[in-house]
């Protein structure tokens, strides 16, 4: 078991990862307030581990609610939100409750920002149950639901009293969860860590076999990586962006294709491709570099071809990232393999890039 | 012109106070970021102040989108958050766009979770034109909208850049919303300065006349004494708790007869004679202090009789109050006329009280 802190401002809180994390009702308690656990999970994970963690729970002494949502990025909105506060309030939940969100990405956004907004704010405790939740998005406090016009458009940072990464829960992961994970385990070599980069493709078959060694170095340094960075800039006003290479062309393919077409770390993995060609126009990597960004992201099982939405719609589509300033759209490219850096660039300079990101 | 400070650990920001106000480009500009400037009103107060907020806003330089929302207390909910959402996307409105509140209490709460959701939170500006907003609701940080089930549950802490308290805005203030907000400005008197509350008494028919020299000290002492608790409690773990004297009630009576029905000033008025009358019954006020506390509030043309729900509809309406903890309803009291504390009190010995709440 490992033991990880992010180090903010006002507060900072652990990660604890490790495998049989969910059954230890001494580790729940740790980020347990004095009022109801409310137990907010999806209807595909609740039969995996509902029980378990209730079970841990109750034990420990909690009073528990569980709240049962439908699964899915197409579900992490309005009306699935509203789901959990109706329960909440209908079981008369205060503001020493605790809500535990057990789940992917999109439970954690969906419940994270429950918690932020319910009584205007009660605690939480993420227990992500995916690899990419486990890596990226139950760390760092980053919570929303998605808008008709935009992903994650609706949210807040708010940030969790734990992290309790238990990585047993990833033997139920299907394949192409899985894969969609690495694709933000790489990302992380790409920005930040050269070293790790290497390591990743010294290591990617490892990895693909669930080998726990690998996977627990692989999360371990994730974790790290990412809680370095949200205590340098915990509401991203300037390295943080980093963390979303892939992203502003990867959110364009998610809400191009409908919500829940292609997983998240797919479009990002496209769109990691997209920003290296991009990194590359602008004069900043080698053809090779791309070439090596491009095979790791295939050999993890992931999309290097962005589907061809059209460039205008590609656009219109880019113009309403949460970067954009002002009208012209910021990327995240990369000054050189383990460096990024945040710049606008202009449609035409972007064209290209996109053209050879549809069509390689 | 009067300034005060609301001065928080992270951030403080200004409440400037007087007549004018929301004409004099240069103050709007000391809120404003480099984007859109979103101006958020009622189709109520549209027609009387839009226009001259816009053009002091162009005049100042900036690009101004106006959305104007349904008016009223039944209006604070999901729906109309959401027409706020729509306008700001489908105007592509970024992160450094500055929301403007233009309103009333209900704009203020509903404006301003607006900005503190809209793309994980943008910069915003408080500009109230009700009593209610200038002297508590524009003041502190708290934004919510309601829930079928309960009153501001859904909302968050979120501080504004700015608050311009323009007194002229007052002059078209309709006299019934007028006595709604002095419930909330002898509701400082009661809670924290005896000595604000002897001149309220002595000074109460001036402020019915709109006395600008009794209106302008009533409006800034309330800001001192809102600011100074703020300061000390941001996130009411403490005595910002006082500041809801006659809110358990209150809310309960908004609640109870849909929201709307009776004003949010007027329902705390008549909570506040409630929570008088449980404050004699635990043996802190005489008779004649709740005699005092009745006789104030009756002089500022407000309720002091509640409505009859029925006891059982009461306690199920408080037990789902933000105060509640673990099942017991507890309530702001007062210790003497001039000092507030918050306990939790048995329904037991609150029904004596309630009784008598609904039959003086």
């Known amino acids: 078991m490992d033991e990880l802190r992010v180090n903010l401002a006002d507060r900072g809180y652990p990660i604890v990862i490790g495998p049989g994390l969910i059954r230890q009702e001494a ?11 409310a137990v907010v999970t999806s209807d595909r994970i609740a039969p995996l581990y509902l029980k378990t963690v209730t079970d841990t729970l109750a034990r420990g002494g909690a009073q528990v609610l569980e709240i049962v949502v439908p699964d899915g990025e197409q579900a992490k909105n309005w009306e699935t939100l509203n789901l959990v506060y109706d329960a909440l309030l209908a079981n008369r939940c205060d503001r020493k409750t605790t809500i535990v969100a057990l789940g992917g990405g999109v439970i954690g956004d969906l419940a994270g920002f429950a918690a932020a907004t319910y009584q205007r704010g009660v605690p939480f405790i993420q227990v992500p149950t995916t690899l990419l939740a486990l890596v990226d998005s139950s760390v760092g406090g980053k919570t929303a639901i998605n808008h008709p016009l935009g992903k994650n458009m609706i949210g807040a940072f708010y940030q969790p009293q734990l992290v309790l990464a238990d990585t047993d829960t990833l033997s139920t992961l ?187």
């Open 174 to 360: 299907p394949d192409r969860e899985y894969r969609s994970g690495l694709g933000e385990v790489v990302k992380y070599g790409f920005i930040y860590d050269y070293a790790f980069l290497e390591w990743l493709e010294a290591n990617m078959d490892a990895l693909l076999a669930r080998d726990p060694a690998a996977l627990t170095h692989a999360i371990r340094r994730s974790c790290e990586i990412k809680a370095g960075i949200v205590a340098q800039d915990e509401r991203e006003t300037g390295i943080r962006a980093w963390l979303n290479l892939g992203h502003t062309f990867g959110h364009a393919i998610e809400t191009g294709l409908g919500y829940g077409e292609w997983l998240h770390g797919e479009a990002v993995a496209a769109g990691m491709v997209a920003a290296a060609e991009l990194s590359r126009l602008q004069g900043n990597l080698s053809v090779a570099d791309v070439a090596r960004v491009r095979r790791l992201i295939k050999r993890a099982g992931l999309p290097t071809v962005s589907p061809d939405l059209g460039q205008a719609r590609y656009f219109d589509l880019m113009r309403i990232d949460k970067k954009a300033e002002g009208g012209a759209i910021r990327y995240v490219l990369l000054k050189r393999l383990g460096e990024a850096y945040v710049a606008p660039v202009p449609d035409a300079q972007v064209a290209p890039a996109l053209a050879a990101a549809v069509s390689n």
């Open 27 to 37: 580790l729940l308690k740790r980020g347990l307030g004095s009022g109801i656990a």
